[in-house]
């Protein structure tokens, strides 16, 4: 694939942020040349079993931010998440930013208004949003250009955002040994995943890339920076020439044995609407659970 907007020469700053409740890693990518910089992928803290919403992960990010006096341009979600709520709206309210996700996220809020039984009042237009991205739209950071490269398969909503030499590959891939995410939640695809990471591979090979999630396979340290060049040559389910039809046969029989994430019902309902948590018709903060509804 061709990237007319590709720039290798510039470096962004790059922090990852660990949350060891979910396993995500939450990015602060910091322009150069200027204060300037986003937020790729927010956790806000849930115990599920107490119903309970805390904010010391969107906390660490706004005191990093803060703390060097930066100012927050973007909030980006790299796709609705299932495993983890978004903290967008928490920290836009601090910070501000533009908040922006893929426009597949129309047919979440779609899938997903089914399932969760929501009235005519939850709108399926994206409009929770400030920013509905396209296959090859780009966007400032400062003085960097971003773009991002629509990456269904995951989900309809998955973008990679590719900044200078670094992209971030949300669920689109693992580190090089923990392959590849599921493709099996409403709207997922295995073979449309697998088409999304060729378009990630023809990245160039010294492209940084980092994860969203890495679970330590094989115990080794909790990892989330790898390159382009290491994913073509060494993911396990992607890497060194695996067939189309040999990723679909793997993932889906794999994801059939896959346990639901812990989050995945608080998780869709608050981030199909951009982070906010729904309210009930007196206006509480209240989640449902759809009975075999998934
Ligand atoms: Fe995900």
């Known amino acids: ?10 470096q962004p700053d790059v922090e990852g942020f660990f949350d060891s409740a979910s396993n995500t890693i939450s990015y602060i990518v910091k322009d150069p040349a200027s204060a300037a910089c986003a937020i790729v992928d927010s956790v806000l803290d849930m115990d599920y079993a107490a119903g309970r919403i805390t904010y010391d992960s969107a ?4 005191e990093a931010i803060r703390q060097r006096g930066l100012r927050l341009e973007w909030i980006i979600e790299t796709h609705v998440h299932a495993d983890h709520l978004s903290a967008a709206p928490y920290i836009q309210q601090k910070l501000g930013g533009k908040l922006g996700v893929g426009v597949g996220i129309k047919e979440i809020q779609d899938t997903f208004g089914k399932i969760f039984n929501e009235g005519t009042e939850f709108q399926r237009d994206g409009s929770q949003f400030d920013v509905l991205f396209e296959e090859g739209d780009s966007y400032t950071i ?31 891939l693992f580190m090089p ?42 115990g080794r340290a909790i990892a989330w920076e790898t390159t382009i060049g290491e994913q ?26 896959l346990a639901m994430p812990k ?32």
Do not use: W
């Open 1 to 10: 694939m061709d990237f007319p907007l590709l720039n290798l020469t510039t």
């Open 59 to 62: 906390d660490r990010l706004i």
């Open 142 to 172: 400062g003085e960097m250009t971003a773009f991002v490269i629509a990456t269904p398969g995951h989900t309809p909503a998955c973008m990679v955002h590719v900044i200078g030499n670094a992209a971030f590959a949300g669920d689109t």
């Open 177 to 218: 040994d923990g392959g590849s995410a599921r493709a099996d939640f409403p709207g997922g695809d295995a073979g449309e995943l697998y088409d999304s990471i060729q378009k990630v591979l023809s990245l160039p090979d010294d492209m940084r890339l980092f994860i969203c999630h890495d679970y330590g396979p094989g």
């Open 232 to 257: 073509r040559s060494a993911n396990i389910h992607v890497g060194n020439g695996k067939t189309r039809e040999d990723f679909i046969a793997f993932r889906t029989a794999r994801d059939a044995e």
């Open 263 to 294: 989050l995945i019902i608080p998780s869709l309902q608050v981030n199909m609407r951009a982070g906010e948590i729904p309210r009930d018709d007196s206006g509480t903060p209240m989640l449902k659970v759809p009975v075999n509804g998934l």
